[in-house]
């Protein structure tokens, strides 16, 4: 999940952050398409960090964070739906990435966004083991779930050198990471849909807790990858362009959640199909 403080940037006053020489410490891949997106790239990177949330934004994230709950409050009423735990840890942490956001984006002033965004970047490790946890325990092909290890293990690989090679990215906002962790997401799904349509067994993909997790868990991360790996992009062409998508991810966040609380309120016996 992406707390909307997080992926939210702005363009105001760039060229002071410009001269700021604290740009120089800011982690930007050495070819980002031409010399002048490079420049807008570090605007935002240093924008992110120093920015408070509008009122529009926290809003959004205020509304989010109610659904979660509320799917929060849901799974703890239907705990005996042991078979998707790791998606109540899911929403649990959801829930404290959010309240974080907001508490700190009310309570501290033009503050620096660094130690939020090296939780986002650990939330998000925690979130794709969740996931890859939830899919790996219901696929029955060797292949899939082999498939699924490797991805995994790329991912946290990929993750520990980039965070390391690159100074101070673990205190920053990766839209590329969260694309790639988008990406992995889809094909793991995509995946279980599979595996489940071929089956020869009678399901109700209606009231089935798993089919209707895995998608909402497809539609919100195939819809991210693009936004995120076009981000610094998207704000070039058009430097208002991040609060379009920070909504955009938000209300997609919001359906996954409600998603989330249609499977618990799936009947039992059809959940463990």
């Not at 735990?85 to 990435?97: E, G, K, M, R």
Request: proline share 4%; charged share 10%.
């Amino acid at each position: 999940m992406r707390p909307a403080g997080l992926v939210h940037t702005s363009a105001t006053n760039t060229q002071n952050h410009w001269q700021n020489p604290i740009y120089e410490n800011l982690s930007i891949p050495k070819k980002c398409f031409s010399p002048r997106i490079r420049k807008y790239c570090l605007y935002i990177r240093w924008d992110i960090n120093t920015i408070r949330m509008t009122p529009t934004i926290k809003f959004i994230e205020t509304t989010s964070l109610i659904f979660t709950l509320a799917a929060l409050f849901i799974s703890i009423i239907y705990r005996n739906r042991r078979h998707i735990l790791p998606i109540q840890l899911y929403i649990i942490s959801c829930v404290i990435t959010i309240i974080i956001d907001l508490t700190w984006s009310i309570f501290a002033k033009n503050y620096s966004q660094h130690l939020l965004c090296a939780i986002q970047n650990i939330q998000t490790v925690f979130e794709i083991i969740l996931i890859y946890y939830f899919f790996y325990a219901r696929l029955q092909r060797k292949a899939f779930r082999h498939t699924l290890i490797i991805f995994i293990l790329i991912f946290l690989i990929f993750c520990c050198i980039f965070w390391v090679k690159k100074e101070h990215s673990f205190f920053s906002f990766a839209p590329a990471l969260l694309g790639v962790e988008g990406l992995l997401i889809t094909i793991a799904s995509l995946l279980y849909l599979y595996e489940i349509l071929i089956n020869d067994l009678v399901v109700d993909l209606k009231s089935n807790s798993n089919f209707i997790i895995a998608c909402g868990i497809l539609f919100y991360f195939s819809i991210t990858v693009p936004i995120f790996f076009s981000w610094y992009t998207l704000y070039y062409l058009s430097p208002g362009s991040d609060i379009t998508l920070t909504i955009i991810n938000q209300i997609c966040f919001t359906i996954l959640i409600i998603s989330f609380m249609k499977a618990y309120l799936c009947p039992i016996p059809n959940q463990q199909q």
